[in-house]
């Protein structure tokens, strides 16, 4: 059976210890400066500033799309403070606060660009398609790129390939999903892989 070609980024699913994820987020801030719409499930990075969020008097850090090889601080989770009017995503060039998966315990599910063979796992790659999602389903469309996997990374890869998915409809081959680690992630040190 051939695996469903399904990418929406990247959902939290569990820590590394096996414990199931349970939901903690902590909330960030997208600033109107940033020009590009933001999508649940996208990496995003610490934007070097904090703004205070109105209806709780808290200031929160920003945070802006990553790119490959930066440090990123976690995965778009949700749009914070939804009202019926909301959209599924942040729109472009708008103050929206986000709720981010930031633990750099957690493991994430994400689709494969490419084929996964066996040999991969345990090797680091890159992300793709970091920073566009799909509007109707306000889902970010962030891959994890096996054309970039390597065994011997420098640390600044995306993603270590921890194994593949654990679901019935999931099989080793194209457009397989994984379950990653964020490899270069702002609270620690990444690996180069194994």
Do not use: W
């Not at 709720?99 to 090797?123: K, R, S």
Request: with cysteine; hydrophobic share 40%.
């Amino acid at each position: 059976m051939a695996n469903v070609d399904n990418a929406n980024g990247l959902t939290p699913v569990r820590y590394i210890s096996g414990a199931p994820y349970n939901g903690a987020t902590n909330m960030y801030a997208v600033p109107a400066s940033d020009v590009a719409a933001t999508y649940v499930g996208q990496l995003v990075r610490l934007a070097g500033d904090a703004v205070v969020h109105p209806p709780s008097g808290v200031t929160v850090p920003t945070v802006a799309a990553a790119t490959t090889g930066q440090p990123v601080i976690g995965v778009v989770v949700s749009i914070a403070d939804p009202t019926v009017d909301s959209l599924l995503y942040r729109a472009a060039s708008t103050l929206k606060f986000v709720n981010i998966a930031d633990d750099p315990n957690l493991m994430f599910e994400v689709q494969c660009t490419g084929t996964l063979t066996t040999t991969m796992i345990g090797n680091v790659c890159d992300a793709s398609t970091m920073s566009t999602g799909t509007v109707g389903t306000g889902r970010s469309l962030t891959e994890a790129n096996l054309a970039t996997v390597s065994a011997s990374g420098d640390g600044t890869e995306d993603f270590l390939i921890v194994m593949p998915s654990k679901r019935v409809d999931n099989e080793i081959g194209a457009d397989a999903k994984v379950y990653v680690r964020l490899n270069n992630h702002a609270l620690v040190d990444g690996t180069a892989g194994q």
